[in-house]
């Protein structure tokens, strides 16, 4: 079974070397939609895949970074980049270019990688991520599935390549939980008392 999630975010960007003059050559904003599907071949003790509240933690905390943040390649111009750090405080740095397609994939490696260092605690089964849509535009997205997320042809993106500047850091509820991330620490859901035996 598949559930999905919707997050929305403003974005400012600068996709180099697109066939867009205006995309490849002037900052410019989108309001972005990121779904995430879970699956999983069996339902927790509420009767869920995973509890869509589960998911205004860590993962709401991540794609909220985004939110009115300038977005990167971190190949780009060096002037550029120290611009953008100096006029925004919320900035992400990339590996990759800041395409709807490198979104998909991007949100697809950090959020596999919340899932896989959460402990869960209220029956879950096998939750797994099935794939991320970006939504760039009412009418283009990307959609990210595991294949996409680690294919080097479509560039690498590891963890600690993506880098979010310090306020967007502070503006989560753990502003530590990248570095633990990172560190491969655990994240713990919260244990649900049940009301109905199964």
């Given at each position: ?7 929305k975010f403003e974005n400012a ?24 599907l879970l699956e999983a071949n069996?339902?927790?003790h509420g009767q869920m895949v ?149």
């Open positions: 079974m598949l559930i999905r999630k919707l997050f960007h600068i996709v180099r070397n697109c066939s867009s003059e205006r995309c490849r050559s002037s900052i410019h904003g989108h309001s972005y939609r990121v779904e995430v069996a339902l927790d995973y509890d869509f509240g589960l998911m205004k933690g860590t993962i709401r905390d991540v794609v909220d970074a985004f939110d009115h943040a300038v977005c990167f390649w971190d190949k780009d111009d060096a002037e550029y980049i120290r611009l953008c750090k100096q006029f925004s405080t919320r900035w992400i740095a990339m590996p990759v270019s800041p395409s709807a397609e490198q979104f998909a994939r991007m949100f697809f490696v950090i959020i596999d990688a919340l899932l896989q260092q959460t402990v869960m605690a209220n029956g879950e089964a096998d939750v797994t991520l099935h794939s991320v849509i970006a939504h760039e535009t009412d009418t283009g997205y990307a959609q990210a599935f595991r294949a996409d997320a680690i294919n080097e042809r479509m560039g690498i993106i590891r963890l600690e390549d993506v880098v979010f500047s310090e306020q967007c850091q502070a503006e989560w509820k753990d502003p530590e939980m990248y570095k633990k991330l990172l560190d491969g620490q655990r994240f713990i859901n919260p244990a649900v008392p049940r009301q109905v035996e199964i």
